[in-house]
């Protein structure tokens, strides 16, 4: 059985920063591309990072130079660094596995506000 476990969602201030675990089990983690999206209510989910096998790695323009995503194969963990976060990040962030398959986690809240 897969599973997509997020973890170190929370409550920041504007300017502050989290750091997003995504644990993956009962898959062969290094073959997924890994990642994250971010859902608001009554808004289409959006994709946030993305890392695919080989490392390569690509931002939606809203974090660029702000988030960085990366990965451990030995840990089967995806991570997302959001620093300087700002009140419109405020979203449930979902990972998501990706080989020709789709696996989701059941999400992390990050709340940005003062």
């Known amino acids: 059985q897969v599973r997509l476990v997020e973890s170190g969602g929370g409550l920041v201030q504007p300017g502050g920063s989290l750091r997003l675990s995504c644990a993956a089990s009962g898959l062969i983690f290094r073959i997924f591309d890994m990642r994250w999206y971010r859902q608001t209510p009554g808004k289409q989910r959006e994709l946030v990072a993305v890392i695919t096998t080989g490392s390569v790695t690509n931002y939606g323009d809203s974090v660029k130079d702000r988030f960085t995503i990366s990965r451990d194969n030995a840990k089967n963990t995806v991570y997302l660094q959001m620093n300087n976060l700002k009140p419109e990040d405020t979203a449930v962030y979902y990972c998501?596995?990706?080989?020709?398959?789709?696996?989701w986690g059941q999400g992390t809240q990050v709340t940005v506000s003062s």
């Open positions: 998501n596995a990706n080989n020709r398959v789709d696996f």
